[in-house]
């Protein structure tokens, strides 16, 4: 089955489980699939967000929930873990939740893979985007081949370890 078709009852089941789906990706090959299902708490903030022991339990349900509605064959691997520092942004939530935040985002209008600040989500197909020089653009979400936080521990920049205490 296509990512696409369990897409939406993946979402569902981890939503009604009380968590949020980051990211879901099939890898693997046709004969044996990999599910890669990133997943964290609505709202968490650094150092309170999923443990291991939830992702373990979103597993266990999220396995037996594929296998009873027959959505995956018999040998699937399936893998459950949080989205990590440099979360992936993929649905207009995401977008809006990181308004003000920085983002490594790849598209071909910012001509490939560059880091931008996120400015505001206007409606469920756009996002304003400001780039280091200050320049905004507003691009469709659908144009957005890929896209991550950029990732920085408050505690790195107080230890004057993180990038934003890098000498000029």
């Known amino acids: 089955m296509s990512v696409d078709a369990l897409l939406a009852p993946i979402r569902a089941h981890i939503a009604a489980l009380g968590f949020e789906l980051v990211d879901l990706r099939r890898v693997g090959t046709v004969e044996r699939p990999i599910l890669q299902?990133?997943?964290?708490?609505?709202?968490?903030?650094?150092?309170?967000?999923?443990?291991?022991?939830?992702?373990?339990?979103?597993?266990?349900?999220?396995?037996?929930?594929?296998?009873?509605?027959?959505?995956?064959?018999?040998?699937?691997?399936?893998?459950?873990?949080?989205?990590?520092?440099?979360?992936?942004?993929?649905?207009?939530?995401?977008?809006?939740?990181?308004?003000?935040?920085?983002?490594?985002?790849?598209?071909?209008?910012?001509?490939?893979r560059r880091q931008v600040e996120i400015v505001a989500v206007p409606d469920d197909e756009h996002v304003t985007l400001r780039d280091e020089g200050g320049a905004e653009v507003t691009l469709l979400l659908d144009e957005i081949r890929d896209a991550t936080l950029v990732g920085e521990l408050p505690e790195l920049r107080r230890a004057g370890k993180g990038p934003s205490s890098r000498r000029r």
């Not at 027959?70 to 207009?92: D, F, N, Q």
């Open 37 to 112: 299902v990133r997943v964290d708490r609505p709202d968490s903030r650094p150092g309170q967000g999923i443990t291991a022991d939830d992702c373990a339990g979103i597993s266990r349900s999220l396995e037996r929930f594929l296998e009873s509605s027959a959505m995956v064959g018999p040998r699937y691997v399936l893998e459950v873990s949080s989205p990590g520092i440099e979360r992936p942004l993929r649905w207009p939530e995401h977008w809006r939740r990181f308004v003000g935040q920085r983002a490594r985002v790849r598209a071909q209008r910012l001509g490939g």
